[in-house]
């Protein structure tokens, strides 16, 4: 057995000893004053055979991760306020360069207004790290790490089950990274808005139209500023308890301020389908046509992008998921195309209602036509996860 995971091991049985003490707690959360508290925690030990993702470097190592969490909810009448805490901390015991953490903190109001009005606010901040291997800057030996804040808010018009529904949006967003030669290409500021018609065409079935403009204005690289502008159309479906889903599909321009970059006009899609032909049976389908900031290459990126999960639950305790994803990334100004595929397999075995213990596996095929791009990795885990 590999030395490095000898310590992870043992700390990992001696965590999983004491989640696994009894606690009695109620169901769903529990109360703190006039709050209800949610706590969870996984912890997962694992092996991942291409720390960054290298396509002759490779680093393989055994890790563990934390994710602690906790929400507290506050329910008033029919109005409710949420304040969440998450945390991902990482260790490799092969290769301590890539340790990192990310963490956040958020808020939201959800609120019933008078005359049928209805309003959503949130509010975070983030700090976070793109793990070695994920973007195409000049790495100076550990992941970049940088931090968001953001702010939303999302005001409709039209009671529940209305035949009409009007919704506007709003949102800022800053990107702010610490090593000062990624920040000179990355720091930005987004603000978006946005608006969009519901109408019942049936019971359980929406059709909808939508417009979102979204303005990115960088702090140093003012050549990536760009205005994107997205007209889509869309429904939305609870038909039976079988199915659900929502797809929205347009035209999507994205309009660079620099004249020398390129400019994106073209489709846009957004699907999210879930098919449950037998209560222990479930299909996911995720599919996605967006295009999104650079990461050190390019003018901007195109991915589309297709996932397919089926879950299974074989008895009460035991179910398995099985899943595929697939991405095909593009650069704008650039002749690269990248393609990803990757399959997994989890197993999870609930032991108690706030204790379950999954297995998994993870295997990753990177294929560019810029041939040093190209990578393949595995990961294999074992995740302790509670909740209450």
């Not at 690269?336 to 990753?364: P, T």
Request: proline fraction near 3%; glycine fraction near 10%.
């Amino acid at each position: 057995m590999d030395n490095s995971m000898k310590p992870s091991i043992n700390t990992f049985l001696g965590c999983l000893l004491c989640l696994y003490t009894p606690l009695t707690l109620a169901e769903g959360g529990f109360p703190v004053g006039p709050t209800t508290v949610y706590p969870s925690l996984g912890i997962d030990l694992g092996y991942n055979d291409n720390v960054i993702q290298s396509s002759t470097d490779e680093i393989g190592s055994s890790y563990m991760r934390l994710t602690p969490s906790v929400k507290w909810e506050l329910e008033r009448l029919s109005d409710k306020y949420i304040i969440g805490f998450d945390a991902n901390v990482i260790r490799y015991f092969g290769s301590s360069a890539d340790n990192a953490e990310n963490y956040g903190i958020t808020g939201s109001t959800d609120l019933d207004l008078p005359d049928k009005f209805h309003a959503t606010l949130t509010a975070g901040h983030r700090k976070d790290f793109d793990p070695r291997g994920t973007t195409d800057f000049d790495e100076a030996g550990d992941p970049n790490k940088w931090d968001t804040t953001t702010l939303g808010g999302n005001l409709s018009y039209g009671s529940p089950g209305a035949k009409g529904r009007i919704e506007i949006k709003a949102n800022y967003a800053t990107v702010r990274y610490d090593e000062s030669r990624v920040a000179a290409l990355t720091d930005r500021d987004s603000l978006g808005f946005g608006g969009a018609f519901h109408y019942r065409v049936q019971p359980k079935t929406y059709v909808f139209v939508n417009l979102d403009i979204t303005d990115n204005t960088y702090k140093t690289s003012s050549r990536f500023d760009s205005k994107e502008y997205r007209y889509g159309l869309g429904a939305s479906w609870f038909a039976t308890a079988k199915t659900t889903g929502t797809v929205n599909f347009g035209y999507s321009n994205r309009d660079m301020e620099d004249d020398t970059m390129s400019d994106y006009t073209g489709t846009y899609l957004q699907a999210i389908l879930n098919w449950r032909p037998r209560t222990y049976s479930l299909f996911d389908v995720v599919a996605s046509r967006m295009t999104g900031e650079n990461k050190g290459f390019g003018d901007y990126t195109l991915t589309n992008a297709l996932g397919l999960a089926w879950t299974y639950a074989w008895n009460t305790r035991l179910s398995s998921t099985a899943g595929y994803d697939y991405a095909d990334i593009s650069f704008g100004g650039t002749d690269r195309n990248d393609d990803k595929n990757s399959v997994y397999l989890n197993l999870n075995y609930q032991m108690r209602r706030w204790l379950s213990l999954r297995s998994g596996i993870n295997i990753v095929n990177f294929t560019s036509n810029y041939p040093d791009e190209d990578y393949d990795q595995r990961v294999v885990s074992l995740t302790l996860f509670s909740s209450f």
